[in-house]
């Protein structure tokens, strides 16, 4: 099973359930000392949309995810987990 799949799964159950995805994102970038704005620019989006994702009030396509896993080096069920 690869990262994509995995992250389908938690989309799916999670559009079929009431949970969230809920993420480390800002754990991660804490611990690497990089600024939410430094991170935006790695992977193409805007601030707010890193501190919305950061904040649990957005919930990243597939790509974006993928793009933040990959610039942490770790999959992306390490990131990003359903949490029901």
Do not use: C
Request: glycine share 2%; proline share 1%; aromatic share 8%.
């Amino acid at each position: 099973m690869n990262d994509i799949t995995i992250f389908f799964e938690l989309v799916i159950i999670s559009a079929m359930s009431d949970g969230n995805i809920i993420n480390t994102v800002q754990k991660n970038r804490s611990a690497r000392n990089i600024t939410q704005e430094e991170l935006a620019k790695a992977v193409g989006v805007t601030r707010q949309t890193i501190i919305a994702i950061e904040k649990n009030n957005y919930t990243p396509s597939l790509l974006l995810a993928l793009k933040i896993a990959d610039y942490f080096h770790k999959k992306v069920e390490s990131i990003f987990t359903l949490q029901i």
